[in-house]
């Protein structure tokens, strides 16, 4: 029987070090389902969402920190969820940046029963005036009967500066 886990990794090393993270858990019959990596200064961290025979799970960690000098590994074992269901919404939220806008966005989003699965979220100065842009990508898990335009009206009347655009087969 498979079990989903879900592993935090960082450690010095770069786009090769990953490759050989991957093809360990390969190996062991596993299979990342999610990952997100960034690579920095000699150094990396990332997230994976994976799937493995829960008796190989043990010996994955196992193998990685053996084969993988310096790796150090967050384990959290999660339940397989069933998310037939459900629907996925990814949204480019875009606004004068303000203190307390990313809460009051998560705010909103749980108030409405969404749960995030990714946000990605940035600011930039806006030219010679002391303002900044906030702009965020946002992807949802929502019940089949929300409906998307109607988040989008009710995400901008959080505020005049606000802007989403709502992506293309979001459903």
Known sequence: MKTIFLNTLSGPGNGETIQKIAEI??????????????????GFTGIVRGSIAAEQQVRLTEALQQQVPGLHIGELP?????????????????????????KDISAFFESRSLTIERMESTRHPIGSISSTLYSTT???????????EELVRNIEAMGPSISVTLHAGHA
Do not use: M, N
């Open 78 to 102: 999660l339940p397989a969820e069933d998310r037939s269901t459900k629907q996925r919404i990814t949204l480019d939220i875009d606004s004068l940046d303000r203190p307390g806008l990313t």
């Open 138 to 148: 946002v992807s949802l898990i929502g019940a089949p009967d929300c409906d998307p």
């Open 25 to 42: 858990t390969r190996e062991l019959g596993g299979e990342w389902l999610i990952s997100k990596f960034i690579v920095l200064d000699g």
